[in-house]
Nanobody, 124 residues
Framework: QVQLVESGGGLVQAGSSLRLSCAASGRIFSARAVAWFRQAPRTEREFVAGIYWSSSNTVYADSVKGRFSISRDLAKNTVYLQMNTLKPEDTGVYYC?????????????????WGQGTQVTVSS
């Protein structure tokens, strides 16, 4: 079992920055990758960024490349999402997920464990 707890969301203006945290506990060493997804009202959960737990290789959605950065701190079992130059379209609930299998890092269906989510609202 892996438990995930997100924090760091909030209401900010366009152009601002936020850093989200995903604190993991339990058998996190069994995770192959941890990723951030977001979901706006009446939309499907969308991949934002992912990091492979052992290698720290990263993957980003095209919409956030150059603005967002994902990283992990092994000592703290925490994954961060640094979000810069935020846009109104970045608004949504941001979820942290962990997957243990070899399925695509891009699909929410690949993830077994999820946090409760943290709200990010970017005003124009």
């Amino acid at each position: 079992q892996v438990q995930l707890v997100e924090s760091g969301g909030g209401l900010v203006q366009a152009g601002s920055s936020l850093r989200l945290s995903c604190a993991a506990s339990g058998r996190i060493f069994s995770a192959r990758a941890v990723a951030w997804f977001r979901q706006a009202p009446r939309t499907e959960r969308e991949f934002v960024a992912g990091i492979y737990w052992s290698s720290s290789n990263t993957v980003y959605a095209d919409s956030v490349k150059g603005r967002f950065s994902i990283s992990r701190d092994l000592a703290k079992n925490t994954v961060y999402l640094q979000m810069n130059t935020l846009k109104p379209e970045d608004t949504g609930v941001y979820y942290c997920g962990a997957k243990t299998g070899s399925r695509s890092v891009l699909s929410p269906n690949s993830y077994t464990y999820w946090g409760q989510g943290t709200q990010v609202t970017v005003s124009s």
